[in-house]
């Protein structure tokens, strides 16, 4: 059996706050720590119950998403890490060859309160990201962007928001609850050495119902219908150049809200994440 394990920092045991998860927080290095148990963890449960490999891609996105310590990570893994990756951020080795997805350390969407530093993509300039309408969080992407291969997500590690987020999209996904959401950033923790027992029995426990096909991956229903609302707007002489440069975009008068649609959802996470650069950058998007 194999399983494709997508680890991000903000879910991870331990973790509070957005310093945490930055370079310059005084418990970043104790967070990848964290964050590598976490997924060693998963690995050690998934493989007790007989899945034979397991790969993990780093979808952090500090440090060039690079952030386990491998040196200590599960020898027997493979990691993808690093950026770019020739196309979506995140999932860019998933295929129909695996058997699940486990989504470690992830956290809730910008529109779920009180999610432990919750967000979609982008905490600095997205005030909200919609799917048809509503708020969506990254794990479900990558659950549908799992089920358009036909591969299951079997696993969430994270607080309980958005444990209970991927419960209401994945039918009989399994939970590792490892902190209690009291606001954007404070917790009642579970420390990591517990967590990473619960994370354990989570994942063996995940891979047996997978076995038995208890676990129903989420119905796609293209083509998936975005809204990126921006914190900040951008001005006229950008949209513009949106509109030249990027057609598939459309962007609000106001220039707060990109919207945009597409049929597969690799490609519709990595649009989304294109209106990171439109709003970071905009002296580039000019020269278009």
Same mark, same amino acid.
């Given at each position: +059996?194999?399983?494709?394990?997508?680890?991000?920092?903000?879910?991870?045991?331990?973790?509070?706050?957005?310093?945490?998860?930055?370079?310059?927080? $005084?418990?970043? $290095?104790?967070?990848?720590? /964290?964050?590598?148990?976490?997924?060693?963890?998963?690995?050690?449960?998934?493989?007790?119950?007989? *899945?034979?490999? %397991?790969?993990?891609?780093?979808?952090?996105?500090?440090?060039?998403?690079?952030?386990?310590?491998?040196?200590? @990570?599960? *020898?027997?893994?493979?990691?993808?890490?690093? $950026?770019?990756?020739?196309?979506?951020?995140? +999932? /860019?080795?998933?295929?129909?060859?695996?058997?699940?997805?486990?989504?470690?350390?992830?956290?809730?969407?910008?529109?779920?309160?009180?999610?432990?530093?919750?967000?979609? @993509?982008?905490?600095?300039?997205?005030?909200?990201?919609?799917?048809?309408?509503?708020?969506?969080?990254?794990?479900?992407?990558?659950?549908?962007?799992?089920?358009?291969?036909?591969?299951?997500? *079997?696993? @969430?590690?994270?607080?309980?928001? %958005?444990?209970?987020?991927?419960?209401?999209?994945?039918?009989? @996904?399994?939970? !590792?609850?490892?902190?209690?959401?009291?606001?954007?950033?404070?917790?009642?923790?579970?420390?990591?050495?517990?967590?990473?027992?619960?994370?354990?029995?989570?994942?063996?426990?995940?891979?047996?119902? %997978?076995?038995?096909?208890?676990?129903?991956?989420?119905?796609?229903?293209?083509?998936?219908?975005?809204?990126?609302?921006?914190?900040?707007?951008?001005?006229?002489?950008?949209?513009?150049?949106?509109?030249?440069?990027?057609?598939?975009? /459309?962007?609000?008068?106001?220039?707060?809200?990109?919207?945009?649609?597409?049929?597969? +959802?690799?490609?519709?996470?990595? +649009? *989304? !994440?294109?209106?990171?650069?439109?709003?970071?950058?905009?002296?580039?998007?000019?020269?278009?």
């Amino acid at each position: +059996m194999r399983i494709y394990l997508s680890v991000d920092m903000e879910g991870v045991s331990g973790v509070t706050r957005w310093a945490d998860v930055v370079t310059r927080g $005084q418990d970043y $290095q104790a967070a990848r720590r /964290w964050m590598t148990g976490d997924v060693n963890a998963a690995v050690a449960g998934a493989r007790a119950a007989g *899945a034979t490999e %397991v790969v993990v891609e780093e979808n952090h996105g500090t440090e060039m998403l690079c952030n386990l310590l491998l040196d200590e @990570i599960d *020898a027997d893994v493979d990691v993808v890490r690093g $950026q770019p990756r020739g196309g979506a951020t995140t +999932m /860019w080795a998933l295929d129909g060859s695996f058997d699940a997805v486990f989504l470690v350390g992830h956290h809730a969407s910008a529109g779920d309160y009180p999610g432990i530093c919750a967000h979609t @993509i982008s905490h600095t300039h997205y005030k909200d990201v919609r799917l048809g309408g509503r708020s969506v969080s990254e794990g479900e992407m990558f659950a549908l962007a799992a089920a358009q291969y036909g591969v299951p997500t *079997a696993l @969430i590690t994270g607080d309980d928001v %958005v444990c209970g987020i991927l419960q209401k999209c994945c039918p009989g @996904i399994e939970t !590792a609850v490892v902190k209690q959401a009291v606001s954007r950033e404070a917790a009642r923790v579970v420390p990591p050495a517990r967590a990473q027992v619960i994370i354990r029995d989570a994942a063996a426990r995940a891979v047996e119902r %997978v076995r038995a096909g208890a676990v129903d991956a989420p119905e796609p229903d293209p083509p998936f219908a975005f809204e990126v609302e921006l914190r900040e707007p951008v001005t006229d002489e950008v949209r513009a150049a949106v509109a030249r440069r990027f057609p598939e975009f /459309w962007v609000s008068a106001d220039g707060r809200v990109f919207a945009f649609s597409a049929d597969e +959802m690799g490609l519709a996470f990595r +649009m *989304a !994440a294109i209106v990171q650069f439109l709003a970071e950058q905009p002296e580039r998007v000019r020269a278009y």
